[in-house]
């Protein structure tokens, strides 16, 4: 089991949509400068969020990114089923232990697949208890909330602005 990249990044573009005020639109080189990854990935990622219903596009001059779905509503569990499918964890059917042991009443490959499915049974479970909304609980029990945008012309005007220090 891996997860990968896009599961990570998904996350907190939607934790973005989540926190950005009045809904408003966020376009994808917010997102991928503000993250620090690959635009064209990014785009990628977004497109499966789209089509699974957590955010909306707009392909308008002011367009971009909205929230469709509520944080409340989005789990962990969610999020890694749309962006690693479906099981997340894929058990091997190589059944091994047949090529090492003669006794037809060896049951190691049975144990070994319980255990792993046991395993990966628990773990996604695990993420579906987490909601979204979850993570964006301030440590002084507030919710976050900020434009993305201007996050990013800020900090672009502090590094123009400490670069001719």
Known sequence: MRIGKPFENSVYVLLMLGSQVENKPVKSSVFSTLLG???SSLKKTLRRLVTAGFIQSSATRDGGYTLATPLEEITLG????????????D????????????????????????????????????????????????????????????????????RRFDSKA
């Open 37 to 39: 990854v690959s635009d």
């Open 78 to 89: 969610d999020v890694c089923r749309v962006m690693e499918g479906d099981p997340v964890v």
């Open 91 to 158: 058990i091997p059917h190589e059944d091994l232990a047949s090529h090492i042991f003669s006794d037809s009443l060896h049951h190691s490959q049975s144990i070994l697949n319980d255990a792993l499915r046991d395993g990966a049974d628990a773990f996604v479970e695990k993420l579906r208890k987490v909601k979204l909304s979850d993570l964006l609980i301030s440590e002084t029990g507030g919710e976050l909330h900020c434009d993305w945008q201007d996050v990013l012309s800020n900090r672009d005007h502090h």
